[in-house]
């Protein structure tokens, strides 16, 4: 291994500069810690937003009734309603239903976005089965809205559009209640529900997981994106403006925002630099989904450009950004044959080149460096979180169990990146992961956005 990197600059360098010894990761998860204190103490204190999501309750297992979540955060959204039988009974009934976003209404006005939107829910309502799903007599049909583009929220059921993001450019929206939006739509439509609860994708997967779990303490997303929520203990929100200081609230890091002490090489500066917020979320950058195919892609390119790889040749296909996506890592990173078959197949299909054993082995090499690198930096941003959790609560102390709800494709899929994401626990917490279960919660985000409903109902 080492033989066949010594025969390449670009490479030896790149792995240098990607390294995350404990010592360095011990002082990403001190940095991330402090940046966590610094946004609590005053808004816009340090790169992590720590947003109040005004979620104080989570689900108690005793929810009754008929609730929905409708989820938007891509490119579909979900309907999903859930008929709680409270403890015993659980989850009697549920429903649900994915529908993809024409383009067009990505771009276009917000009142043909939430009619869209509203249409399709009345729809869903229409279906219903009366044998399955019964709403209380005088009761409007509440709804948990996950809606996983920053927002400034302002109470539990409403919040204002920072700014869109993932492709999304609605006009007229950006600083409006996006509740309030939903809400004019329904009308419209004639459809009688509300907005009980307005949160992202983070809390209501915290949300969906407390629900099997009281141990439940994180949900982390890694997919597309990257975001964490927890339980902080309100006396440790200096920020939080509000004459109870008891109990606890769920805060939303987005963590995503971090942007010190992190392992930048040339290619994750480039990277940002064409990004549209230069400077700006370079952990996101560096462990989600979306930029660990790209940046290998800038990897390989330079080494052609050098000879590292692939001879004199330059696939066209490695000059454009994004060509090489997360997935195709995962695929050649799976690949167990002596002869790298799948990686060959990979490298020709998507970059239309062929590459010889020496070269697929190579190609394996980048990958695993930036999929180590980002395992292990989403590793310590858990430490980080875990560490916060136990200063304030002496739970694990106590012998108590703490869990992290996980989901997202990144977390799902890639096998790798799950073991390194574990390497940096074990290698920072030892002996105190006895007390820690990292736990894969598939999609309850929606089943955490209905139950939330039910915990703010205003019946
Ligand atoms: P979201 O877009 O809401 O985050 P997902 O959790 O489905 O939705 O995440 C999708 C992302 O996960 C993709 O953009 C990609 O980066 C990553 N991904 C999807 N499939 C795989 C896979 N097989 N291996 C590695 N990463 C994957």
Not at 22 to 39: C, E, F, H
Not at 287 to 304: A, N, T, W
Request: charged share 25%.
């Amino acid at each position: 291994r080492s033989n066949s990197a010594s025969t390449c600059p670009v490479l030896t360098k790149f792995q240098k500069d990607c390294a995350t010894p404990t010592p360095y990761l011990r002082n990403v998860a001190n940095a991330i810690a402090d940046d966590m204190r610094a946004g609590l103490a005053v808004e816009g204190g340090g790169d992590l937003d720590m947003i109040l999501t005004y979620v104080d309750a989570l689900p108690s297992g005793n929810e009754e009734g008929l609730f929905y979540a409708l989820d938007l955060g891509g490119t579909n959204f979900r309907v999903r309603s859930v008929q709680l039988g409270g403890k015993k009974k659980r989850v009697v009934a549920t429903e649900s239903e994915q529908i993809s976003i024409p383009q067009k209404l990505m771009i276009g006005t917000s009142e043909e976005l939430f009619g869209f939107i509203a249409a399709k829910l009345a729809s869903f309502v229409a279906k219903e089965k009366p044998s399955r799903f019964r709403l209380e007599e005088g009761r409007k049909r509440e709804i948990g809205f996950t809606f996983s583009f920053p927002v400034k929220q302002t109470s539990i059921d409403s919040g204002t559009l920072i700014k869109w993001t993932k492709g999304f450019k609605v006009s007229g929206m950006e600083g409006k209640n996006v509740v309030a939006c939903l809400n004019k739509a329904m009308e419209a439509h004639g459809l009688d529900m509300r907005v009980s609860a307005l949160v992202n994708d983070g809390v209501g997967t915290l949300a969906g997981a407390r629900y099997s779990e009281e141990d439940v303490m994180i949900g982390v997303i890694l997919g597309t994106g990257t975001n964490a929520c927890y339980v902080e203990q309100k006396h440790a929100i200096p920020k939080l403006q509000s004459k109870s200081s008891s109990g606890t609230t769920i805060i939303n890091t987005e963590w995503g925002g971090f942007s010190k002490v992190l392992p930048k090489t040339i290619f994750d500066q480039e990277m940002d630099a064409k990004s549209p917020n230069p400077g700006e979320h370079l952990y996101e950058k560096m462990i989600s989904g979306m930029y660990l195919g790209e940046i290998v892609r800038r990897v390989l390119l330079q080494m052609c450009e050098t000879s590292d790889l692939f001879g004199q040749f330059v696939p066209v296909k490695l000059s454009t950004p994004f060509e090489l996506r997360t997935e195709h890592l995962c695929e050649m990173q799976a690949d167990t044959t002596d002869d790298l078959q799948t990686v060959g197949s990979v490298l020709y299909n998507i970059l239309e080149v062929e590459a010889n054993l020496q070269e697929r082995r190579r190609v394996v090499e980048v990958c695993d460096t930036v999929v180590k690198r980002g395992g292990r930096l989403a590793g310590a941003g858990i430490v980080a979180i875990l560490e916060k959790i136990e200063k304030e609560t002496k739970r694990m102390g106590s012998g108590k169990r703490t869990v992290v709800a996980m989901d997202g494709a990144l977390y799902e899929k890639y096998p790798q990146y799950r073991e390194y994401m574990q390497d940096a626990l074990v290698e920072l917490l030892g002996d105190k992961l006895s007390h820690i279960a990292i736990k894969h919660t598939k999609d309850v985000s929606g089943l955490g956005a209905a139950l939330l409903a039910a915990t703010n109902s205003i019946y």
